[in-house]
């Protein structure tokens, strides 16, 4: 675990995204006490792929109705 101070972090970014990539966590501090942490957020699993959820969800006719006054005047 490596510590760094804000403007440790600020000038040394890429090098800390860097090591929080590879697993390692980051902390960052003002002063003495630690207010945030880098880690890693993993892998993204899978592509996207379009029409996957094709036949999976349902849009009622309501849908297209047009909002009653009420809630139009609420959009500003």
């Known amino acids: 675990m490596t510590v760094v101070t804000v403007h440790q972090a600020k000038t040394n ?22 207010v945030a942490r880098i880690v890693p957020i993993g892998e993204v699993k ?3 792929q379009p029409g996957s959820l094709k036949g999976k969800l349902r849009v009622g006719p309501e849908f297209f109705e047009p909002l009653p006054d009420s809630e139009l005047s609420e959009w500003g």
């Open 46 to 48: 899978g592509k996207r």
């Open 13 to 34: 970014l890429s090098r800390l995204i860097k090591k929080a990539s590879q697993g390692e966590e980051v902390i960052i501090a003002r002063g003495p006490k630690p």
